[in-house]
């Protein structure tokens, strides 16, 4: 069999020189620029930009953030140095609200605010220690995300997939995307349809962008064919990632995610969604309870500043919805392959 060979992983986020520096996802596919961060507050607005995005890269990114509000705080009136860090990382947890892998690094970071035996002059450390280690998690499941999803795609299939869930929005080679890569290196004769992803296009930027570098088939199509490809008979399955999945399995999604779920279903093809257990939320027990990011206006009446919608029109624009638990075959986090009923499963 004609094996690929998936590139190293993308260096999406780092950690160098007491800065954060990440890929600005805003700029590709036109250039690979990358974006110094030295401030806590910047993390935040690059979160709240998508300069970097997809939910384990928020959650990755927010952790280095901690570390740059500790050292601020350090500097600050020793009774005051663990509420200012506290602030810090109350403004962080809210830069975006649906992706729950933020919370889940906010709390992981918490834990050592929490700890008496961490003086304060040695927050930084211990907190630029955790997000290393969430980083190089990250890395690891998605490997093993990979590994566990190739085993259900046939030797040779055509999947569908929506948004960016690969490398650009995770700490290692992605969610659905490792999936893509470990089938292409195991051999299989993998070939992707990626949709656009309007209003930002995640999957025309970023999507198509990795894959063509990786040196995987994709083609392009816009968002409104999807369904109806499905419906021909194109494609074998599906695979998306999340940005919270809840207690009975319902799952938030890029806009756009649910229609693709319910012609999976109509067409009786497989729709799989990858991700980590950071991204499941026991606390949510179902998708009703995901709060739903609303983005600004100008995101769907203009494409890239050119105004496309008359002035002052009406708009709605939810960044996310939510997939029924009903409609998803399985959920592929690093722990395993879970399967309904959910509640049971994700447990
Ligand atoms: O608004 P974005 O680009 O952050 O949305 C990203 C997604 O919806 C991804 O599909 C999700 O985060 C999973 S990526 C591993």
């Given amino acids: 069999m004609n094996r690929g060979k998936a590139p190293a992983p993308l260096e999406t986020l780092a950690w160098r020189d007491g800065k954060l ?4 996802q805003t700029r590709l596919p036109r250039e690979l620029a990358i974006m110094e961060i030295a401030d806590y507050r910047h993390v935040i607005a690059a979160i709240r930009n998508l300069e970097v995005r997809g939910a384990p890269a928020i959650g990755i990114a927010a952790a280095y953030g901690a570390v740059l509000a500790a050292e ?9 140095v663990r509420s200012r860090l506290r602030k810090a990382l109350s403004e962080l947890r809210l830069a975006r ?3 729950v892998d933020l919370m889940w690094a906010i709390d992981r970071v918490g834990e050592v605010v929490d700890r008496t035996d961490v003086p304060d002059e040695g927050l930084a450390e211990a907190i630029l220690e955790v997000a290393r280690r969430i980083h190089c998690e990250d890395l690891d499941k998605s490997l093993r995300m990979g590994e566990l999803g190739a085993s259900l795609l046939p030797d040779e299939a055509t999947v569908l997939t929506h948004c960016n869930a690969g490398g650009l929005a995770t700490g290692g080679y992605g ?3 490792a999936v893509v890569f470990a089938a292409w290196e195991a051999g299989k004769k993998i070939r992707v349809v990626a949709d656009e992803t309007r209003p930002l296009l995640q999957g025309a930027r970023l999507t198509a962008w990795e894959l063509q570098r990786a040196g995987i088939p994709v083609t392009l199509v816009c968002d409104a064919a999807a369904p109806w490809l499905i419906g021909s008979g194109e494609i074998d399955a599906v695979l998306v990632g999340s940005d919270r999945i809840a207690a009975n399995g319902d799952v938030a999604n890029k806009i756009g995610t649910l229609g693709i779920a319910l012609a999976a279903d109509a067409s009786g093809i497989p729709f799989y969604v990858v991700a980590p257990t950071s991204t499941l939320d026991p606390d949510t027990l179902s998708g009703e309870e995901i709060p739903i990011e609303e983005r600004d206006a100008e995101e769907v009446t203009r494409i890239f500043g050119i105004r496309t919608a008359p002035e002052g ?4 624009n939810p960044a996310f919805d939510v997939t029924p638990a009903r409609y998803v075959t399985a959920i592929i986090t690093e722990r395993g392959i879970h399967r309904p009923p959910y509640q049971e499963s994700l447990r």
Avoid: F, K
Wanted: glycine share 4%.
């Fill in 313 to 316: 029109i009406d708009v709605r």
């Fill in 175 to 177: 969610t659905a995307l």
């Fill in 21 to 24: 520096r990440i890929i600005d």
């Fill in 72 to 80: 601020e705080a350090v500097g600050s009136p020793s009774p005051e």
């Fill in 97 to 99: 609200p649906t992706a």
